[in-house]
């Protein structure tokens, strides 16, 4: 270092020149920039030195106006390929003297500048340059135009957004796609959100957090503002793969060979399904068969989708992963494709259907005398919805005979069950449907004759699965529930009548439990019970069929009793997860019914208590068949009925705020 010289030095990164002025203590020097500041340096910090000429502070923007037309990066590829050929390393004079043809102290210092800067040619070896290999240069090259093509997506994107944004129609890319993914991820709060979807949502000057990133997924129109989070967090599936599609059509277009050769053509039967309105997979369908010496045999056909899947096939697979369909206030999503679903695996009206048919005669008491189980050709006659089958009965229509039997056995069954020990519990419940995931229609379910008959059917079913089990030593999953510890007749008749009572006794039942033996279910009253009534809606029953009907042709169980134990632990950690969905989106959907309609009064039960020395209790509001948490601020008592009023009902926080009513404000409302 010498006075007048011009270095290169860098402050904070940043590339700079200065001259240097004078010596400081025995090591530093102080120098002199183009802005005239002055910086102590040691000499160890110096990059560069421009040899030849010494300079004035003041002349460093000349210098570097000579250099800046000479640093153009693309002039170094040509240097590379001469170098690259002989092998050789060089310096920033002898670049400017290959480049340049002229080794000036300029052009010295715009060859440093290349040299130093450049990643993709060169790399630095002391005080020299050596040129890459062909293929080091090639990678960088390609990681240098991944990079670029990074970028260029990533200012695309952000345009795009922005477009979106000011109401414009975008075609988003695959890229696009890969971007809003990341979104999604922060908006669901998931774990493994990647730092980009922050920074993208900086850049475009939002909030970096789950909520910011939810309201631009809405404002672009990527995500309904009621999307259903609680849905898109499980590991439910919404879509199937392309693998399960492709074998849908050649399921559809082509009968496969069944393997029950000798079905019970039971077509002769006059068969009614009974379902609701809106349901489109017809799993399950009654008859009544009046034998000759006047004895009456109860059929209860159950669809057979074992009739096109087999065990370990991709259909069953899909089934095993997804273990149910999914009921939710928009819609439904099937465990099967819809058109198999809705299809060749429901018992359609009118055509002959392939069905597990489980025959009984009961004794005078309602118990099962007699029962069979065969797999059957039948051919649906009627399909009747619980409004028609309760108008038929209120009217008395004699022409049918069949329906009030069903009634009749219905009601003799439930007294049987009543007998065995069964705890029968009513609470009000509701259906919440969402049209166009707009509109909010919430409807209690009535208890009526006929949804009470199609109930027992499907019990009875299940039972006679659970005997045929327990009688041929077969695995099965088999559903039971431990006798709970119901409170005393005293505590409860201190209750008022009605769900208040039922709920205290809803709070002392155990869960139900799994088991591949017979075990007691003690709320339906029965010894042995096995669930085998929606193969087509869950797993589990579909698993019962599979085995069953195996042993009913003397094969071999597709299932041993491990393998059987093993699928249905998985199965039930999927089915709770999805009932856990259904539960969720039910009740967001009651909060925005709730908050749409935050000027009626409800009429309230207190249901019972919480946390009673904080006043916290569990409400049900009667009229929605909707229970709720509340924090009382006055003394109440189990089943005082109040009337309230929503102050609040956030569904996206999941927060519900009400308040009681004063008799003035009744008064007001109703004048």
């Known amino acids: 270092m010498e006075q007048g010289k011009l270095i290169e030095f860098r402050v904070q990164g940043e590339r700079r020149l200065a001259v240097a002025e004078r010596p400081e203590g025995k090591k530093d020097w102080i120098v002199i920039d183009a802005g005239g500041q002055s910086h102590k340096i040691r000499p160890q910090r110096v990059e560069y030195t421009v040899e030849g000429v010494l300079y004035q502070p003041s002349e460093i923007a000349s210098f570097l106006a000579e250099v800046e037309p000479y640093t153009d990066p693309d002039s170094l590829e040509t240097a590379w390929e001469i170098l690259i050929e002989d092998e050789e390393s060089t310096t920033p004079q002898q670049m400017a003297e290959l480049l340049f043809s002229d080794a000036s102290p300029a052009l010295c210092y715009a060859a440093h500048c290349l040299l130093s800067q450049d990643k993709t040619y060169f790399k630095r070896k002391g005080d020299r340059y050596e040129p890459r290999s062909a293929n080091q240069v090639a990678e960088i090259q390609h990681q240098l135009e991944v990079q670029l093509q990074k970028e260029r997506e990533k200012t695309e994107f952000i345009e795009h957004i922005k477009q979106a944004l000011a109401g414009e129609s975008i075609e988003w890319s695959e890229s696009d796609r890969l971007r809003l993914e990341s979104i999604e991820k922060l908006a669901l709060g998931m774990e493994g959100t990647s730092k980009a979807a922050p920074e993208m949502l900086k850049e475009i000057g939002k909030n970096f957090d789950d909520r910011a990133a939810f309201d631009l997924l809405v404002d672009i129109g990527w995500w309904s503002k009621h999307e259903n989070l609680f849905l898109r967090r499980s590991s439910y599936p919404v879509n199937f793969s392309k693998k399960v599609l492709d074998v849908v059509q050649p399921r559809l277009q082509s009968d496969p060979a069944d393997a029950d050769e000798n079905r019970l053509d039971l077509t002769h039967l006059k068969v009614c399904t009974i379902d609701d309105e809106s349901t489109t997979e017809i799993d399950d369908g009654l008859s009544v068969e009046y034998l000759k010496d006047g004895t009456i045999k109860l059929w209860i056909h159950i669809a057979d989708p074992t009739r096109i899947v087999d065990p370990e096939d991709e259909l069953d697979l899909e089934a095993r992963r997804r273990s149910t369909s999914i009921y939710l206030p928009t819609g439904m999503v099937s465990m099967f494709p819809t058109e198999l679903a809705t299809g060749p695996m429901s018992l359609v009206e009118g055509k002959v259907c ?24 039948i051919k649906p006659t009627y399909r009747l919805t619980y409004d028609d089958v309760d108008e038929m009965l209120h009217l008395g229509i004699q022409n049918e005979p069949e329906i009030p039997d069903l009634a009749k056995f219905s009601y003799l069954r439930r007294n049987w069950r009543k007998e ?41 079913a299940g039972q006679i699965g659970g005997a045929y089990g327990t009688e041929h030593n077969l695995p099965l999953p088999y559903r039971g529930q431990p006798q709970p510890e119901l409170p005393s007749e005293e505590e409860l008749l201190q209750l008022p009548v009605g769900p208040t009572r039922f709920c205290a006794i809803r709070s002392c039942m155990p869960r139900s439990e799994m088991s591949m033996s017979p075990i007691r279910h003690a709320s339906l009253g029965l010894d042995s019970y096995v669930q085998v009534t929606s193969p087509i809606r869950r797993y589990t ?60 009064v409800w009429d309230v039960l207190v249901l019972r208590w919480l946390r009673e020395d904080e006043n916290l209790g569990l409400i049900l509001i009667e009229d929605l068949g909707m229970e709720l948490p509340h924090r009382f601020d006055r003394p109440v008592t189990l089943g005082e009925r109040l009337e309230m009023k929503v102050t609040r009902a956030d569904p996206q926080r999941d927060e519900v705020r009400l308040r009681e009513i004063t008799e003035a404000e009744i008064q007001a409302t109703t004048t």
């Open 354 to 377: 392939s069905a597990l048919s489980f025959g009984v005669i009961l004794d005078e008491t309602g118990g099962v005398k007699e029962y069979e189980i065969h797999s059957s050709l």
């Open 420 to 460: 065995q020990g069964a705890i029968q519990i009513k609470m009000p419940e509701s259906t919440i449907k969402v049209k166009d995931n707009e509109e909010v229609t919430i409807e209690l379910i009535d208890s009526s004759p006929s949804r009470q008959l199609v109930a027992e059917m499907m019990i009875l």
């Open 541 to 600: 029953d579909l698993l019962s069929h599979f085995q069953i009907k195996a042993h009913l042709r003397g094969n071999e169980l597709p299932f041993s009793r491990e393998e059987l134990q093993e699928i249905v632990y998985s199965v039930s950690s999927s089915s709770y997860e999805a009932t856990l969905v259904e539960r969720q989106t039910n009740r967001y959907w009651g909060l925005e019914y709730l908050r749409r309609n935050a000027e009626c």
